[in-house]
């Protein structure tokens, strides 16, 4: 039963086997910080000097353990020998109401490792720490995009109200998101040495290329949510009518598309935001192949139901996952058929699925042949 002293929001996760792990995530009901009764001393990985996060705040703190790290340890001993791809049972109970769904373990801990790594006093991570309030278990990128531009917005308004200067362009959202992704890759690479399985640093894989859409360009993904103010704030027709909102690939009736000129895999770039860390991108580019096709199928699903909103939605999560990795071309299909799903062509959005498909089996094959 959860104790009323704490903010409390706590997981389940329920395995084939009938096994089941329950954690709860209690938080300070004012601060949000989070409340531990574990008292041990943290092992060694999470020391400051272990973890080697690239401009650490505190390394001059007096501190020697990473509060991230600290925290974070119980979580990868209780699900250090499962592995990503489980099937689980996920039940999140929170002060407001439960939510359930059947998922993978990695994507289960993903959710549960966002509220730790938030509320655990790491300062970089601070700034995020008011989502906690309403957390949203398994949030799509798009769903993040909207949940961290408004509580931006709403610590501009308060800073305003405050006397202070506020900032309107949300430069600072992409700088917070810029400064967190250094810190999960940190964080990963940390983890992985410390499991002896792959459940928990493949978590925080999702969790970063889920978040990365927001550090990418704030303005570009709040962009794809245009279409949700267009009649009721900005008084414009529903769906894209101007040049910029017109289809990256050109349709000619219900044939499969040109061949795209971006890259199939810039697997350069790709590196490049990993910080050149191999075994890394081995793990990303495992997550991201076994998740997008399931993007993919659900995407088909909306085509096949009709449903071309939803269509153009899960196709910009596809578009900004696949730019994550590399895959270039198969962003560019996504995109494409993100704008036609939005403006409310179906018919324009089932012509795209092969050229998507296409794209897709091309940057899989990429990928496995560029791993060292």
Request: net charge negative.
């Amino acid at each position: 039963m959860p104790d009323a002293r704490f903010f409390e929001i706590t997981y389940v996760f329920r395995f084939a086997t009938g096994a089941s792990i329950q954690v709860p995530a209690r938080l300070d009901p004012v601060t949000l910080s989070l409340v531990t009764d574990n008292h041990s001393q943290p092992p060694e990985w999470a020391r400051l000097e272990s973890v080697g996060c690239s401009e650490c705040p505190l390394v001059e703190a007096s501190t020697h353990f990473c509060p991230l790290a600290a925290n974070l340890a119980a979580l990868v001993q209780e699900f250090a020998g499962h592995d990503s791809y489980e099937k689980v049972h996920l039940i999140v109970t929170t002060p407001e109401r439960i939510i359930s769904a059947d998922t993978t373990l990695q994507a289960a801990l993903s959710s549960l490792t966002g509220i730790i790594m938030v509320s655990s006093g790491y300062p970089t991570m601070d700034k995020l720490r008011p989502m906690v309030r309403f957390h949203l278990p398994l949030a799509t990128e798009q769903e993040t995009v909207y949940r961290a531009a408004s509580m931006y917005l709403v610590a501009q308004f308060l800073r305003a109200q405050a006397g202070a200067t506020p900032e309107w362009s949300m430069s600072g959202l992409e700088a917070i998101y810029h400064d967190v992704h250094r810190v999960n890759l940190a964080m990963a690479k940390c983890i992985r040495k410390a499991a002896s399985r792959d459940a928990n640093a493949n978590a925080l894989v999702r969790l970063d290329l889920f978040t990365e859409g927001v550090s990418r360009s704030t303005q570009e993904a709040l962009k794809g949510l245009r279409y949700l103010f267009a009649a009721s704030y900005l008084r414009e027709p529903l769906g894209p009518v101007d040049e910029e909102h017109k289809p990256v690939v050109e349709l000619t009736g219900a044939k499969s598309q040109a061949p795209s000129q971006d890259p199939v895999f810039d697997r350069r770039a790709f590196l490049g935001r990993l910080m050149d860390d191999e075994d890394l991108a081995k793990q990303i580019v495992a997550t991201f192949l076994d998740e997008i096709p399931n993007q993919i199928r659900a995407l088909h699903r909306n085509v096949a139901e009709g449903d071309a909103a939803s269509a153009g939605a899960r196709a910009h999560t596809i578009k900004g996952t696949a730019a994550n990795v590399g895959g270039m071309a198969l962003s560019a299909v996504a995109y494409a058929m993100e704008k036609e799903g939005k403006a409310g062509h179906l018919s324009q959005v089932a012509a795209l699925t092969p050229e998507l498909d296409r794209q897709f089996e091309l940057l899989r094959i990429a990928m496995q042949e560029s791993a060292p």
